[in-house]
């Protein structure tokens, strides 16, 4: 079992619409979580961090849940610049020594 | 906020050559530095974690010998692909983390390596 994973897609959705991705990881002591963002041929971007509690930021909502150990992105009124790959990252370590592990990521198409 | 310059961001070398990669945090000090390597519609792999002042921890499968990485300064990192071969095309991305960022790791914004 891949230690983060999550469906490749594409998910093809029409503009306006909510979509929602999911990423599973296997290591249960892993303490961080991120989403990133990534462009055709560019480098990620932090989207967002994911927390316990969830998260909100305008039309994006991360949440995480440990017990069944995966993190979802649920994105509202989807645009037509929503449209790339969503790497979820989980960091895993101890003393001070971090490991991000990369998903393989989502891609997300939204079309007029 | 936090910025990890990488260059070139684009090389073509021929068959036996060695290429070289930097990555600058330009406004904060990276201690640590990763390197992934992505191929077309995979995942980011971490090929190696660089700490400043010591010895590249390498990944399973990564051949220390072939990429060699030096970490000499807290701004500093560079990856090195040795006598490169055609199958080492690929997307080679450094990342840093600031202090507090969190977590949250800045990218370079990667080196497309084309060997011919």
């Known amino acids: 079992r891949k230690e983060v994973e999550q469906d490749p897609g594409p998910f093809n959705v029409p503009e306006g619409a909510t979509v929602a991705f999911n990423c599973t990881y296997s290591n249960s002591a892993s303490q961080s979580f991120f989403w990133y963002r990534q462009d055709c041929r560019k480098e990620p971007k932090l989207l967002m961090s994911?927390?316990?509690s969830g998260n909100e930021d305008g039309r994006f909502t991360a949440q995480l849940n440990r017990a069944s150990q995966y993190i979802s992105l649920l994105i509202r009124d989807s645009k037509l610049s929503d449209s790339a790959t969503y790497l979820c990252?989980?960091?895993?370590?101890?003393?001070?020594?971090?490991?991000?592990?990369f998903g393989r990521g989502t891609s997300l198409i939204v079309h007029p | 906020g936090a910025v990890v310059s990488q260059h070139p961001s684009r090389v073509i070398c021929k068959s036996g050559t060695s290429v070289k990669i930097e990555c600058r945090s330009l406004d904060f000090q990276a201690t640590t530095m990763f390197w992934y390597r992505q191929f077309p519609k995979q995942s980011l792999m971490l090929m190696a974690t660089s700490n400043e002042g010591s010895k590249a921890t390498y990944e399973q499968g990564v051949e220390k010998d072939k990429f060699l990485i030096n970490h000499a300064s807290l701004t500093l990192s560079t990856l090195t692909v040795t006598s490169a071969h055609p199958e080492d095309s690929s997307f080679y991305i450094c990342?840093?983390?600031?202090?507090?960022?969190?977590?949250?790791?800045?990218f370079g914004s990667g080196t497309r390596l084309t060997v011919v």
């Open positions: 990252v989980v960091i895993t370590g101890t003393g001070g020594s971090y490991i991000p592990t």
């Open positions: 994911v927390y316990s």
């Open positions: 990342s840093a983390r600031a202090a507090g960022q969190g977590y949250g790791y800045t």
